[in-house]
C-alpha cells in the first residue's frame, strides 16, 4: 500500500524539549512538505523540499528544523524556541517540484500538546 | 507575497440545501487545487483546474475557474451529511517551486 505515514498520531510533551515528529513516504515522490494546522484555520507552511539534501522555509519556519537525508523520509523538529507548539501537524508530498503542479498528498497528521 | 482568501469562513446548511464557497487570490494563478478536510482528518485532494474559465463537475460537485485565473468556486447541490468538512482552495507560491498556497477553508456543516 503506497502512503504517507506520520508517527505518532498524539504526542505530549514539557515545554523546553525539543520534540521530532516523523513523515515517511513509499510514493516515490520527490517534493515533501510540513504544515501546522491550528484549530478552526487553514494550512500554513512551515519547511518543504523539492529534493533530497535540499529544503527551503515556509511561512513560519522560526522555531523549527528540518532535514532530507532521504527521499522517503522528511523529520520535523519542533525546538524549544517554538513559541507556541501545540497543532495539529501534517506532512505531505508531491509527484514533482512543478510545474506542471500536482496535487499533494498528506500523512494523517500528528497532534502535539506541550504544557 | 501571494495572499489566497476564501469565504464564508463557516457556513450551516440544512441538508439538502446547496453550498457555495469563494476563492480569490492576489495574484493570477497558473492553476487551482481544492481540498477536503473531513473533522478530524487530513486534506483529501478533490479536483484540480488550469484553464481559463474552466468547469469541472464531480457528481453533485461544480468546480469553476475565472476567466482572469485568480478566483474559483466550490458549488455543492443538494448537501448531504457526509458533505461535512472543511474545504480549502489553494494555489502554487509566486516564488515557482511545487509549494501552494491555502487559503483559510470554508467549515461546512449540514444539519440533517
Known amino acids: 500500500d503506497g502512503g504517507i505515514t506520520q508517527s505518532p498520531k498524539y504526542l505530549f510533551r514539557k515545554e523546553g524539549q525539543n520534540v521530532t515528529l516523523s513523515c515517511e513516504q513509499n510514493l516515490n515522490h520527490d517534493a515533501m512538505y510540513w504544515y501546522r494546522q491550528d484549530p478552526g484555520q487553514g494550512l500554513r507552511l512551515i519547511y518543504y523540499?523539492?529534493?533530497?539534501?535540499?529544503?527551503q522555509k515556509g511561512d513560519i519556519a522560526e522555531g523549527y528544523s528540518v532535514s532530507r537525508e532521504k527521499k522517503e523520509s522528511f523529520p520535523l523538529t519542533v525546538t524549544s524556541a517554538q513559541k507556541n507548539p501545540t497543532a495539529f501537524y501534517l506532512c505531505?508530498?508531491?509527484?514533482?517540484?512543478?510545474?506542471?503542479?500536482?496535487?499533494?498528498?498528506f500523512g494523517p497528521g500528528t497532534r502535539l500538546t506541550v504544557t | 507575497g501571494q495572499q489566497v482568501m476564501q469565504i464564508p469562513q463557516y457556513q450551516h446548511v440544512q441538508e439538502g440545501e446547496d453550498f457555495t464557497t469563494y476563492c480569490n487570490s492576489s495574484?493570477?494563478?497558473?492553476?487551482i487545487q481544492w481540498y477536503k478536510q473531513r473533522p478530524g482528518g487530513h486534506p483529501v485532494f478533490l479536483i484540480q483546474?488550469?484553464?481559463?474559465?474552466e468547469v469541472k463537475k464531480q457528481k453533485r460537485l461544480t468546480f469553476q475557474f475565472g476567466e482572469a485565473k485568480k478566483n474559483s468556486s466550490l458549488h455543492i447541490t443538494a448537501t448531504q451529511t457526509t458533505d461535512v468538512g472543511t474545504y480549502f482552495c489553494?494555489?502554487?507560491?509566486?516564488?515557482?517551486?511545487?509549494?501552494?498556497?491555502f487559503g483559510e477553508g470554508t467549515q461546512l456543516t449540514v444539519n440533517p
Open positions: 489553494a494555489g502554487p507560491g509566486e516564488t515557482s517551486g511545487s509549494r501552494l498556497t
Open positions: 523540499s523539492q529534493i533530497v539534501n535540499d529544503f
Open positions: 505531505a508530498s508531491s509527484l514533482s517540484r512543478g510545474p506542471p503542479f500536482y496535487e499533494q498528498y
Open positions: 495574484t493570477t494563478l497558473s492553476n
Open positions: 483546474l488550469v484553464k481559463s474559465g
